[in-house]
């Protein structure tokens, strides 16, 4: 028997025998199952201006801080940080907001003790607030014994940083490079002129006992700004390119809100935007809202792109271990990153991931619940599970659109699962050849990937008698012409029917003494 050969191309094949060629696989189509949230909300510091991705929660205490400036009960200045507390959560997005006024903490070291010599390098806070005035440093000698180069340490709540070979001397500076360009990082350095700082001394201008000098202090023959977190106005969430704007810019967000701040303007501002792939979460003011006045403001709104929750959730502080509410859509938002998009939030499947949660506001009445989805409001309420467990679940979960197609949330997101994963592949046949073994490549490898989605009982509906998924794929002469095609426009059709949810069901029950089985 002749060896299999291998070939590249079928001008190889000759004598009789077994041939294989590889063929380079087609493009996957694929979906983006695990949703990612995204935040707008005050932190105890942070940048301002810009979206951050959070990997871990440890990753967003080293950035935004925690409960408060110094964690130890005093009134809650993190609101995102209070979002994220109890819950499950992959990576996230946090955009920080900050009062106009805010001010960045600062003090401008000099080259002689005393306040004598010149002005020779101001250390900042990373950002702006008055958490930098909890900041403290101290210049000492370098590592490397060049006494033109110096060590800066900085203390923030008894954890001690240290930057190593710092010079500004002369015409140098490679402060930039020591200092690195991490946001986690607590300050920015900024050379004034070429020279050193003089080493910190105990107890001398400022310092304490050993050595250090809060930045923002206020000593004679010094410059120092002290930090300051203004206050803040709705105007610091909606005002263009703000929070709101940065985080609905931010691509590969799903599921977004601003958390500590729920009031008309916020939400005016939500409902104005024309997002893409995105659903915002909003919610009444506070939770003493009447229902009757959540439904009146919810039919302020009419899009699929955000979804109105109520009945805010109690939890426990887990620093003082007070009961506190949370917007009700916050524990939604964990859902939905830790689930399918064809999930309902409120399949008690996902009772575990509200175990954070010990009540609601209000305790809805079968008449509140009625009222609440007709409506168009989602909700969350108190009920037991099928094990008879105690849970705070969602009762249903809508956007703010009454079409049929746009009523359900998850249908929301099931449908973008879709036209993400199709949209994706598209994009991997930009400016090739519009020939028609491409087209047929890219339908074959899309009505594939639905084919899967439909034999897994995902997704895509199949008919009830053939079997078959309920789905058609054309990009051929039906849906193009040729002179569309010529000037370099290629339609592709899709139309799907996707699986629903069971949302009422009824149980007709004749039970009785003097109901009978019939055996047939």
């Known amino acids: 028997m002749p060896q299999i050969r291998y070939i590249t191309s079928e001008s190889q094949i000759g004598a009789p025998g077994v041939y294989v060629r590889e063929l380079a696989p087609a493009t996957p189509t694929r979906g983006q199952r695990r949703r990612v949230a995204g935040f707008v909300g005050q932190c105890v510091r942070g940048p301002v201006g810009v979206a951050v991705k959070c990997t871990s929660y440890q990753r967003f205490l080293d950035v935004f801080g925690g ?28 955009a920080r907001v900050a009062a106009a006024a805010a001010v960045a903490a600062s003090y401008t070291a000099r080259s002689a003790a005393g306040g004598g010599g010149a002005n020779v390098l101001t250390i900042t806070a990373s950002s702006v607030g008055a958490w930098g005035n909890d900041v403290f440093w101290r210049v000492f000698a370098a590592t490397n014994g060049d006494a033109n180069y110096f060590n800066l340490s900085i203390k923030m709540y008894g954890k001690v940083y240290l930057f190593e070979n710092i ?78 704007e940065i985080i609905n810019n931010t691509r590969g967000i799903h599921a977004c809100a601003v958390v500590g701040r729920s009031n008309t303007a916020i939400k005016t501002k939500i409902g104005s935007l024309t997002t893409n792939q995105k659903v915002w979460f909003v919610c009444p003011d506070d939770q003493t809202t009447a229902v009757a006045t959540a439904v009146t403001e919810r039919a302020t709104f009419s899009t699929d792109k955000m979804s109105y929750w109520f009945n805010h959730v109690l939890f426990l502080d887990s620093i003082t271990q007070e009961q506190i509410y949370e917007e009700p859509f916050v524990g939604v938002m964990s859902v939905i990153t830790q689930t399918d998009p064809d999930v309902h939030p409120g399949d008690f499947d996902n009772a575990s991931l509200w175990n954070y949660a010990i009540g609601v506001y209000n305790e809805l009445s079968d008449s509140d619940r009625d009222a609440l989805d007709a409506g168009g409001v989602s909700f969350m309420f108190h009920d037991l599970d099928g094990a008879g467990n105690d849970v705070i679940i969602a009762g249903n979960a809508l956007t703010c659109d009454f079409a049929v197609n ?37 339908a074959a490898s899309i009505s594939g990937f639905l084919t899967g989605l439909a034999r897994q009982g995902r997704y895509v509906q199949v008919d009830e008698d053939s079997g078959k998924p309920l789905f058609s794929y054309k990009n051929d002469s039906s849906v193009n012409s040729t002179t569309d095609q010529a000037n370099g426009l290629q339609r592709e059709k899709l139309v799907c029917t996707l699986i629903p949810k069971n949302k009422q069901i009824e149980l007709m029950a004749v039970v009785g003494v003097d109901a009978s089985v019939i055996e047939a």
Not at 80 to 87: D, H, R, S
Not at 408 to 423: C, N, Q, S, T, V
Request: a positive charge; aromatic letters at 6%; hydrophobic letters at 35%.
């Open 67 to 94: 409960r408060d400036r110094n964690s130890n009960g005093g009134m809650i200045l993190g609101h995102v940080w209070k979002a994220l507390q109890g819950k499950a959560w992959g990576q996230f997005y946090v």
């Open 167 to 244: 010079t500004i001397n002369g015409t140098l500076d490679n402060t930039n490079q020591v200092i690195g360009g991490d946001v986690a990082t607590l300050i920015k350095l900024t050379k004034v002129a070429g020279g050193r700082p003089v080493n910190s001394a105990a107890n001398t201008d400022g310092a304490d006992a050993n050595g250090y000098i809060a930045l923002g202090a206020t000593n004679a023959g010094y410059t120092s700004v002290a930090g300051a977190d203004g206050a803040i106005a709705d105007t610091d969430y909606t005002a263009a390119g703000k929070g709101i």
């Open 406 to 442: 746009n009523r359900d949330l998850d249908g929301r997101y099931m449908k973008d699962f879709i036209l993400d994963a199709i949209a994706n592949r598209l994009r991997n046949d930009q400016f090739k050849g519009n020939s028609r073994e491409n087209r047929a490549a890219r």
